[in-house]
């Protein structure tokens, strides 16, 4: 049986690599808080490894903002 372990440094890269991520991604939807979500993401990957992250993510992804497209508007109408 082949088995993955997060520990360490590698744990912690991953955990950084993701809240980065996630705020970047909810400033980039005009999200009031989104250093909340990176830091919420950062402790529950750490401190509870790869669920606590991932449970936190989907929950994430389940609220974010929806990106809406902008109206256009045609010169001469």
């Not at 609220?63 to 508007?73: A, D, E, F, K, L």
Request: proline share 5%; charged share 15%.
């Amino acid at each position: 049986m082949v088995s993955i372990e997060l520990g360490g440094p590698l744990l912690l890269a991953t955990a950084a690599l993701g809240a980065a991520w996630l705020y970047r991604d909810a400033k980039r939807r005009a999200m009031d808080t989104a250093d909340m979500w990176a830091v919420g993401f950062f402790v529950a990957f750490v401190l509870l490894p790869v669920l606590g992250g991932l449970a936190v993510f989907v929950f994430y992804l389940q609220n974010r903002n929806r990106r809406r497209g902008s109206p256009v508007t045609v010169p001469g109408e």
